[in-house]
């Protein structure tokens, strides 16, 4: 095994974080912010907007399994990168679109994912390529929030699940059989 971690801010957290726990060869994902100048936020600090983190995830993926450029293709498939801070009704810059790699091969891999976004998105993508910088795990509540909220929470039901239908439709070879998912 190979293992990678690359950090991703696409929204809402929990949207994110739903779509790679589905997919092939990811070992991992953790809610966090990162990207601000507060030390250890909390959620409510970085939904407040002022300080500078977005709501972000750190993907642990096995390279062997999956590549980097499959997980920024699932990334840019799964959210609007055209949307400046902001995800459909979540809005501000703590939603922004951004990749944070952890290396100069990433951020050539990040470029090049971009490159092919703005193709698809007649040049409107906005997603930024951002420096690594500390990185704050989610408090304990938002991690695997769809899988033990997803069904009784409104936002999850109209907002996540519609994006789990659409990237299990678009990427069926990349999602993980009912025997490889995270309990």
Known sequence: MAMQNIILAGGCFWCTEAVYLDVIGVEAVESGYIGGNVIAPTYRQV??????HAEAVKVTFDDEVI???DVFDIFFATHDPTQLNRQGNDIGT???SAIFPADADQQAAARAAIARANEEHGGKVV????PMSDWYPAEDYHQDYFAREGSSNPYCMAVIAPKLRKFRKSFQNRIKDAAQQPS
Request: aromatic letters at 6%.
């Open 47 to 52: 939904c407040n907007g002022d300080t500078g």
């Open 67 to 69: 590549g980097l450029d």
């Open 94 to 96: 703590q939603y922004r």
């Open 127 to 130: 997603t930024t390529i951002e």
